[in-house]
Protein backbone atom coordinates (compact mmCIF):
# COMPACT_ATOMS: atom_id res chain seq x y z
CA UNK A 1 0.00 0.00 0.00
CA UNK A 2 2.84 2.17 0.77
CA UNK A 3 5.03 1.68 -2.72
CA UNK A 4 1.67 2.37 -4.44
CA UNK A 5 1.23 6.05 -2.50
CA UNK A 6 4.80 6.94 -3.09
CA UNK A 7 4.45 5.78 -6.73
CA UNK A 8 1.74 8.07 -7.21
CA UNK A 9 3.17 10.72 -5.51
CA UNK A 10 6.10 10.55 -7.15
CA UNK A 11 4.03 10.53 -10.57
CA UNK A 12 2.29 13.28 -9.32
CA UNK A 13 5.47 15.35 -8.64
CA UNK A 14 6.93 14.00 -11.93
CA UNK A 15 3.90 15.03 -13.95
CA UNK A 16 3.66 18.90 -12.25
CA UNK A 17 7.74 19.49 -13.48
CA UNK A 18 6.47 18.24 -16.98
CA UNK A 19 3.92 20.74 -16.92
CA UNK A 20 5.96 23.23 -15.19
CA UNK A 21 8.49 23.00 -17.84
CA UNK A 22 6.00 22.88 -20.94
CA UNK A 23 4.04 25.84 -19.61
CA UNK A 24 7.11 27.88 -19.13
CA UNK A 25 8.32 26.88 -22.68
CA UNK A 26 5.20 27.81 -24.30
CA UNK A 27 5.85 31.41 -22.14
CA UNK A 28 9.57 31.71 -23.92
CA UNK A 29 8.39 30.90 -26.98
CA UNK A 30 5.57 33.75 -26.39
CA UNK A 31 8.21 36.27 -25.58
CA UNK A 32 10.48 35.15 -28.74
CA UNK A 33 7.62 35.10 -31.05
CA UNK A 34 6.55 38.71 -29.61
CA UNK A 35 9.93 40.52 -30.16
CA UNK A 36 9.16 42.65 -33.46
CA UNK A 37 5.96 43.50 -30.80
CA UNK A 38 3.63 43.64 -33.85
CA UNK A 39 3.19 39.92 -33.68
CA UNK A 40 2.61 40.12 -30.14
CA UNK A 41 -1.68 39.47 -30.70
CA UNK A 42 -0.64 36.47 -33.28
CA UNK A 43 1.90 35.08 -30.53
CA UNK A 44 -0.66 35.34 -27.54
CA UNK A 45 -3.43 33.51 -29.33
CA UNK A 46 -0.85 30.97 -30.41
CA UNK A 47 0.32 30.59 -26.77
CA UNK A 48 -3.16 30.07 -25.94
CA UNK A 49 -4.28 26.85 -28.44
CA UNK A 50 -0.87 25.31 -27.81
CA UNK A 51 -1.68 25.96 -24.00
CA UNK A 52 -5.09 23.83 -24.84
CA UNK A 53 -2.94 21.14 -26.66
CA UNK A 54 0.04 20.56 -24.89
CA UNK A 55 -1.22 21.22 -20.98
CA UNK A 56 -4.50 20.50 -20.89
CA UNK A 57 -4.64 17.75 -23.53
CA UNK A 58 -1.11 16.53 -22.95
CA UNK A 59 -0.50 16.10 -26.79
CA UNK A 60 3.38 16.43 -27.28
CA UNK A 61 5.46 18.54 -29.30
CA UNK A 62 5.08 22.14 -27.61
CA UNK A 63 7.59 23.85 -29.85
CA UNK A 64 6.15 22.33 -33.04
CA UNK A 65 2.20 22.88 -31.84
CA UNK A 66 3.38 26.67 -30.70
CA UNK A 67 4.54 27.39 -34.30
CA UNK A 68 1.97 25.79 -36.06
CA UNK A 69 -0.83 27.97 -34.08
CA UNK A 70 1.50 30.84 -34.43
CA UNK A 71 0.98 30.76 -38.61
CA UNK A 72 -2.79 29.93 -38.08
CA UNK A 73 -2.73 32.98 -35.81
CA UNK A 74 -1.11 35.33 -38.20
CA UNK A 75 -2.79 34.29 -41.02
CA UNK A 76 -6.24 35.26 -39.37
CA UNK A 77 -5.47 38.19 -36.74
CA UNK A 78 -1.92 39.86 -38.25
CA UNK A 79 -3.44 42.83 -38.93
CA UNK A 80 -5.18 42.88 -35.46
CA UNK A 81 -2.10 42.17 -33.95
CA UNK A 82 -0.66 45.88 -35.53
CA UNK A 83 -3.61 47.35 -34.65
CA UNK A 84 -3.73 46.03 -30.80
CA UNK A 85 -0.07 46.84 -30.89
CA UNK A 86 -0.79 50.93 -32.23
CA UNK A 87 -3.39 50.95 -29.70
CA UNK A 88 -1.71 49.68 -26.68
CA UNK A 89 0.89 51.62 -27.00
CA UNK A 90 -1.17 55.03 -27.95
CA UNK A 91 -3.20 53.73 -24.96
CA UNK A 92 0.10 53.51 -22.78
CA UNK A 93 0.95 57.24 -23.53
CA UNK A 94 -1.84 58.94 -23.02
CA UNK A 95 -2.68 57.28 -19.47
CA UNK A 96 1.15 58.32 -18.31
CA UNK A 97 0.86 61.55 -19.83
CA UNK A 98 -2.74 62.30 -17.73
CA UNK A 99 -1.49 60.73 -14.79
CA UNK A 100 1.54 63.00 -14.72
CA UNK A 101 -1.27 66.07 -15.23
CA UNK A 102 -2.98 68.06 -12.52
CA UNK A 103 -6.31 69.68 -12.09
CA UNK A 104 -9.37 68.81 -13.03
CA UNK A 105 -8.31 67.50 -16.93
CA UNK A 106 -6.56 65.26 -16.38
CA UNK A 107 -9.07 63.35 -13.91
CA UNK A 108 -11.31 63.30 -16.55
CA UNK A 109 -9.43 62.54 -19.57
CA UNK A 110 -8.30 58.99 -17.09
CA UNK A 111 -12.39 58.64 -16.29
CA UNK A 112 -12.76 58.56 -20.52
CA UNK A 113 -9.39 56.47 -21.14
CA UNK A 114 -9.56 53.49 -18.17
CA UNK A 115 -12.85 52.46 -19.09
CA UNK A 116 -11.91 52.17 -23.15
CA UNK A 117 -8.64 50.27 -21.75
CA UNK A 118 -11.32 48.01 -19.95
CA UNK A 119 -12.99 47.18 -22.87
CA UNK A 120 -10.95 46.96 -25.43
CA UNK A 121 -8.69 44.27 -22.27
CA UNK A 122 -12.39 42.58 -22.04
CA UNK A 123 -12.31 42.02 -26.02
CA UNK A 124 -8.73 40.83 -26.38
CA UNK A 125 -8.82 38.31 -23.39
CA UNK A 126 -12.68 37.52 -24.55
CA UNK A 127 -11.12 36.32 -28.44
CA UNK A 128 -7.95 34.57 -26.37
CA UNK A 129 -11.05 32.65 -25.35
CA UNK A 130 -12.60 32.27 -28.04
CA UNK A 131 -9.92 30.79 -30.25
CA UNK A 132 -8.69 28.21 -27.30
CA UNK A 133 -11.99 26.15 -28.93
CA UNK A 134 -11.66 27.38 -32.38
CA UNK A 135 -11.06 25.07 -35.21
CA UNK A 136 -8.25 24.73 -37.90
CA UNK A 137 -10.76 26.36 -40.48
CA UNK A 138 -12.00 29.39 -38.21
CA UNK A 139 -11.53 32.49 -40.29
CA UNK A 140 -11.00 35.91 -38.54
CA UNK A 141 -14.55 37.24 -38.77
CA UNK A 142 -15.64 33.87 -36.78
CA UNK A 143 -12.95 34.73 -34.15
CA UNK A 144 -14.21 38.17 -33.96
CA UNK A 145 -17.57 36.98 -33.12
CA UNK A 146 -16.91 34.19 -30.86
CA UNK A 147 -15.12 36.81 -28.67
CA UNK A 148 -18.47 39.47 -28.79
CA UNK A 149 -20.52 36.28 -27.84
CA UNK A 150 -18.29 35.48 -24.92
CA UNK A 151 -18.59 39.33 -24.18
CA UNK A 152 -22.15 39.61 -24.16
CA UNK A 153 -23.12 35.88 -22.35
CA UNK A 154 -20.24 36.42 -19.24
CA UNK A 155 -19.53 40.24 -18.36
CA UNK A 156 -19.02 39.67 -14.61
CA UNK A 157 -16.83 37.16 -15.27
CA UNK A 158 -15.15 39.05 -18.30
CA UNK A 159 -14.69 42.03 -15.30
CA UNK A 160 -13.03 40.37 -13.17
CA UNK A 161 -10.93 38.87 -15.53
CA UNK A 162 -10.19 42.74 -16.58
CA UNK A 163 -9.50 43.57 -13.21
CA UNK A 164 -7.20 40.66 -12.21
CA UNK A 165 -5.20 41.71 -15.49
CA UNK A 166 -4.96 45.60 -14.47
CA UNK A 167 -3.56 44.18 -10.89
CA UNK A 168 -1.04 41.88 -13.18
CA UNK A 169 -0.18 45.34 -14.91
CA UNK A 170 0.40 47.36 -11.93
CA UNK A 171 2.54 44.39 -9.88
CA UNK A 172 4.66 43.95 -13.29
CA UNK A 173 5.31 47.82 -13.56
CA UNK A 174 6.48 47.48 -9.59
CA UNK A 175 8.58 44.18 -10.16
CA UNK A 176 9.35 44.14 -13.88
CA UNK A 177 11.69 40.83 -13.76
CA UNK A 178 7.94 39.20 -13.46
CA UNK A 179 7.33 40.23 -17.31
CA UNK A 180 9.77 37.76 -18.45
CA UNK A 181 7.89 34.92 -17.09
CA UNK A 182 4.15 35.83 -16.64
CA UNK A 183 3.72 38.38 -19.63
CA UNK A 184 1.56 35.51 -21.81
CA UNK A 185 1.14 33.08 -18.83
CA UNK A 186 -1.24 35.67 -16.74
CA UNK A 187 -3.79 36.61 -19.96
CA UNK A 188 -4.02 32.58 -21.17
CA UNK A 189 -4.58 31.75 -17.52
CA UNK A 190 -7.72 34.25 -17.17
CA UNK A 191 -8.87 33.82 -20.97
CA UNK A 192 -8.92 29.93 -19.92
CA UNK A 193 -10.48 30.38 -16.99
CA UNK A 194 -13.65 32.22 -19.06
CA UNK A 195 -14.05 29.08 -21.68
CA UNK A 196 -12.72 25.90 -18.85
CA UNK A 197 -15.75 23.99 -19.08
CA UNK A 198 -16.35 23.60 -22.89
CA UNK A 199 -12.52 22.98 -22.78
CA UNK A 200 -12.88 20.48 -20.83
CA UNK A 201 -15.76 18.92 -22.32
CA UNK A 202 -13.95 19.29 -25.41
CA UNK A 203 -10.61 17.93 -24.19
CA UNK A 204 -12.29 14.45 -22.83
CA UNK A 205 -14.37 14.01 -26.13
CA UNK A 206 -11.18 14.12 -28.24
CA UNK A 207 -9.70 11.82 -25.83
Request: proline share 5%; net charge positive; with cysteine.
Amino acid sequence: MNKEQNRSKGAAVTNAFEVTGEVLLLQLLFLVASIPLLTAFPAAIALQRAFQQVVLDHRPGTTRRFLREFVWAWRRVGWWGILATAFAAAATFAILFWLSTPGMLGTLALCVLIPICGAAAAVYLAVLGGAMNAGPDTGARDLWEEGMRIVFKKPLFLAAAVIALATWGVLALRLPTLIPVFSGLVPALLAWLLVRRPADARSRQGG
